[in-house]
């Protein structure tokens, strides 16, 4: 059955209006809504200024891997966090700034980048330990919808 956690992601960039309507149905799918317990999402709902969030709870494994392949087949950066469960997994977000690939970041629960000590030992420096959390920091620019 899988560990259920609790998951948001913040999604940015510029959606085709002609894909629209795959978007609605993937984030459905996921049952994602605009906040917590809300209702679910629909074309309605996607924001004036600002990137889009979305949240859900009792996602299987904290991993809603529909979401982000529809965001990175179509140029939609994300950031998205997901709660741990104790022995299984730890939370962790995941960024993909609309190039390359997916990088992930340990966290914790309330969606704070951390880092171990083996982690920091590994990467060998302040300035390699200043640049991990720079980049675990990232915000997705606002979501459009492209007429």
């Not at 709902?45 to 392949?69: C, H, K, S, T, W």
């Not at 629960?109 to 200043?130: F, N, T």
């Amino acid at each position: 059955m899988g560990d259920r956690v609790s998951v948001t992601i913040t999604i940015g960039g510029i959606l085709a209006a002609a894909r629209t309507d795959d978007f609605v149905a993937v984030v459905q799918a996921a049952r994602l809504t605009t906040e917590w317990d809300g209702e679910p999402f629909d074309n309605t709902q996607f924001p004036d200024d600002g990137p889009l969030r979305l949240y859900a709870q009792g996602v299987r494994n904290g991993e809603i891997p529909d979401v982000e392949d529809f965001c990175c087949a179509n140029d939609l950066p994300f950031v998205r966090w997901s709660g741990g469960a104790s022995g299984a997994f730890a939370p962790e977000i995941v960024i993909w700034t609309g190039q390359g690939e997916r990088h992930s970041f340990g966290a914790d629960e309330d969606g704070a980048i951390v880092m171990s000590a083996d982690e920091a030992r590994d990467l060998g420096s302040y300035e390699a330990i200043s640049k991990h959390f720079q980049d675990g920091t990232y915000e997705p620019p606002a979501f459009q919808v492209a007429s």
